[in-house]
C-alpha cells in the first residue's frame, strides 16, 4: 500500500487544517489506517486510529475533541480534521496502515507508512 498525506502547512493558534492521505491500493477498505505524528527532537506518537469500516476509532487525551479521523473507503482517502489547533500540534503528520485485524493504536501495529506531512502552528 502506498500513502500520499497532504494537507499541512502553516496556521495560528485556533485555527483548523484538514489533512488527507490518498491511498494507491483498492484494498483499502481492508486495513486500518492511522494518524501519527512526530515533533523535533520527540518520538512518533498517535494522533488517531480508525477501523476498516469506520465505526471504531480512537484518540489520545492530548487531541480528543479537536481532532476527527474519518475515511472514505470508496475514494481511497483518509482524512484527519484538526480544530482548535495549538503550537504543540506543530509536528510532521504521517498516515500509516495496518493488516492488524483488531484495533490498533501502537505505530508497531502499522505496517506502511507515508511521506509525511508538516503541520506548522504559531501562537
Known amino acids: 500500500v502506498q500513502l500520499q498525506a497532504s494537507g499541512g502547512g502553516l496556521v495560528q493558534a485556533g485555527d483548523s487544517l484538514r489533512l488527507s492521505c490518498a491511498a494507491s491500493?483498492?484494498?483499502?477498505?481492508?486495513?486500518?489506517m492511522g494518524w501519527f505524528r512526530q515533533a523535533p527532537g520527540k518520538e512518533r506518537e498517535v494522533v488517531a486510529t480508525?477501523?476498516?469500516?469506520?465505526?471504531?476509532?480512537y484518540y489520545p487525551n492530548s487531541v480528543k475533541g479537536r481532532f476527527t479521523i474519518s475515511r472514505d473507503n470508496a475514494n481511497n482517502t483518509l482524512y484527519l480534521q484538526m480544530n482548535s489547533l495549538k503550537p504543540e500540534d506543530t509536528a510532521v503528520y504521517y498516515c500509516?496502515?495496518?493488516?492488524?485485524?483488531?484495533?490498533?493504536?501502537?505505530?508497531?501495529?502499522?505496517?506502511?507508512w507515508g511521506q509525511g506531512t508538516l503541520v506548522t502552528v504559531s501562537s
Open positions: 491500493e483498492r484494498t483499502f477498505s481492508r486495513v486500518s
Open positions: 480508525i477501523s476498516r469500516s469506520g465505526g471504531s476509532t
Open positions: 500509516a496502515a495496518s493488516g492488524t485485524v483488531g484495533y490498533v493504536t501502537r505505530a508497531y501495529e502499522f505496517d506502511y
